[in-house]
């Protein structure tokens, strides 16, 4: 099928459309959240859990509407929402602007997750490159990491002058992001494909990723994230407990992500070290427990900040490498944003629940205690199903 001449204009706007979409204020956020007046550790808990559920009811819908009405407008309706909540962070003064604001985030990401891989994928295929999905998007990744890193490091000197400035930066970024999101070339699909497409309901687009086996390795990828984005939103209210000056926020996270920049630069390479997806799974499992473990246990202040910086690397730098393997799962499905929707949904719960529990637990006891179970539970929930998976890989 002839395509678009243009189309491979695709992998540098969606390289573009990264760098828009990452969040600058990142770094900073919990202690933004502790600005606010009558706002605590289970406040900032119950803000993330309001927000995930949002985008936990949103996440397999937008994916479904993204397979049938298409990526590329899905695509720009996320840039939108994610407008909206930068404008709504940098205005929040109460609690209630925070959760609306943390609702549209979570939203429009709802409405990403899934279909930007879906969308590079069938580019990709378009252009007969599919096979070099890893290496492309890892690249794309890698930049779309490393350029935010500048202003990243420099959101705690902003915020010397104004704790909103940071999210007003984030706004026009979310501008420009909208704008090259609008320029996206929609790749030609067959009429055989777009008729199936059409004809197709959310209960046999399930019932084809079970017969993949794409939702068991779902389950195991979502617990992963869902556990680490949980931890992460405890980092700054820790890092001000333990008497780091805001300042240093910005530099903790930029090293953390230019780790993540370098990792996913060489995605490709770094995926071909792993035998299979199992042998991957079972190295995330051990890095990432002994990781929160030492965080939990350690009284080293450079320990606990240079774990941060490695948590933080590893959890964004392995991300097109797990990617990779699940779209050699689903490689033959016309419903990629659908299935990939469905790990971010269970994400939402995971991290919004385990959020809700360890700000919870942290009040009542510490930040260590609420670090230390989080491992522990990590641990013998992703053990267990992992187990299982590679049980139900070998009959």
């Given at each position: 099928?002839?395509?678009?001449?243009?189309?491979?204009?695709?992998?540098?706007?969606?390289?573009?459309?990264?760098?828009?979409?990452?969040?600058?204020?990142?770094?900073?956020?919990?202690?933004?959240?502790?600005?606010?007046?009558?706002?605590?550790?289970?406040?900032?808990?119950?803000?993330?859990?309001?927000?995930?559920?949002?985008?936990?009811?949103?996440?397999?819908?937008?994916?479904?509407?993204?397979?049938?009405?298409?990526?590329?407008?899905?695509?720009?309706?996320?840039?939108?929402?994610?407008?909206?909540?930068?404008?709504?962070?940098?205005?929040?003064?109460?609690?209630?602007?925070?959760?609306?604001?943390?609702?549209?985030?979570?939203?429009?990401?709802?409405?990403?997750?899934?279909?930007?891989?879906?969308?590079?994928?069938?580019?990709?295929?378009?252009?007969?490159?599919?096979?070099?999905?890893?290496?492309?998007?890892?690249?794309?990744?890698?930049?779309?990491?490393?350029?935010?890193?500048?202003?990243?490091?420099?959101?705690?000197?902003?915020?010397?002058?104004?704790?909103?400035?940071?999210?007003?930066?984030?706004?026009?970024?979310?501008?420009?992001?909208?704008?090259?999101?609008?320029?996206?070339?929609?790749?030609?699909?067959?009429?055989?494909?777009?008729?199936?497409?059409?004809?197709?309901?959310?209960?046999?687009?399930?019932?084809?990723?079970?017969?993949?086996?794409?939702?068991?390795?779902?389950?195991?990828?979502?617990l992963i994230s869902g556990s680490l984005i949980a931890f992460s939103i405890f980092r700054?209210?820790?890092?001000?407990?333990?008497?780091?000056?805001?300042?240093?926020?910005?530099?903790?996270?930029?090293?953390?992500?230019?780790?993540?920049?370098?990792?996913?630069?060489?995605?490709?390479?770094?995926?071909?070290?792993?035998?299979?997806?199992?042998?991957?799974?079972?190295?995330?499992?051990?890095?990432?427990?002994?990781?929160?473990?030492?965080?939990?246990?350690?009284?080293?202040?450079?320990?606990?900040?240079?774990?941060?910086?490695?948590?933080?690397?590893?959890?964004?730098?392995?991300?097109?490498?797990?990617?990779?393997?699940?779209?050699?799962?689903?490689?033959?499905?016309?419903?990629?944003?659908?299935?990939?929707?469905?790990?971010?949904?269970?994400?939402?719960?995971?991290?919004?629940?385990?959020?809700?529990?360890?700000?919870?637990?942290?009040?009542?006891?510490?930040?260590?205690?609420?670090?230390?179970?989080?491992?522990?539970?990590?641990?013998?929930?992703?053990?267990?199903?992992?187990?299982?998976?590679?049980?139900?890989?070998?009959?």
């Amino acid at each position: 099928m002839v395509q678009p001449h243009n189309l491979e204009s695709n992998i540098w706007k969606y390289t573009v459309s990264l760098v828009t979409n990452k969040r600058i204020f990142a770094a900073i956020l919990g202690a933004y959240y502790l600005t606010v007046p009558d706002v605590t550790a289970q406040t900032i808990g119950f803000i993330v859990l309001v927000g995930n559920l949002a985008g936990f009811l949103f996440e397999i819908p937008s994916g479904y509407l993204s397979d049938k009405m298409g990526h590329k407008q899905t695509l720009v309706f996320a840039h939108f929402l994610m407008l909206v909540s930068s404008i709504l962070f940098a205005i929040a003064n109460n609690t209630v602007l925070l959760i609306i604001a943390s609702v549209f985030f979570n939203t429009a990401g709802a409405f990403r997750s899934g279909t930007g891989s879906a969308f590079m994928h069938e580019t990709l295929r378009a252009l007969g490159r599919d096979h070099e999905y890893a290496k492309v998007t890892g690249k794309s990744s890698s930049i779309g990491f490393l350029i935010p890193i500048v202003l990243t490091a420099a959101v705690p000197f902003l915020v010397e002058i104004s704790f909103k400035l940071p999210f007003i930066i984030a706004a026009g970024l979310d501008v420009i992001g909208l704008l090259v999101a609008l320029t996206f070339v929609a790749p030609n699909v067959p009429p055989v494909e777009i008729e199936e497409i059409k004809a197709t309901n959310f209960k046999q687009v399930l019932a084809e990723g079970r017969s993949l086996g794409y939702l068991k390795f779902s389950l195991f990828n979502a617990l992963i994230s869902g556990s680490l984005i949980a931890f992460s939103i405890f980092r700054a209210p820790y890092q001000i407990e333990l008497g780091i000056l805001v300042i240093w926020f910005g530099v903790l996270l930029g090293a953390g992500r230019l780790m993540a920049s370098g990792l996913l630069f060489y995605s490709g390479k770094i995926k071909h070290w792993f035998t299979d997806i199992h042998a991957f799974n079972w190295f995330r499992i051990f890095l990432y427990t002994i990781l929160i473990a030492l965080v939990a246990l350690s009284d080293n202040l450079w320990l606990v900040l240079g774990t941060f910086i490695l948590i933080n690397g590893f959890q964004w730098g392995l991300t097109q490498i797990s990617q990779g393997f699940t779209m050699e799962i689903i490689k033959q499905s016309k419903f990629k944003a659908t299935l990939l929707s469905i790990t971010s949904q269970i994400d939402s719960l995971i991290s919004g629940v385990g959020a809700f529990l360890i700000g919870a637990l942290i009040v009542k006891t510490s930040y260590q205690i609420g670090f230390a179970v989080l491992a522990g539970v990590f641990f013998g929930l992703t053990v267990m199903l992992n187990l299982y998976i590679v049980k139900r890989s070998r009959l």
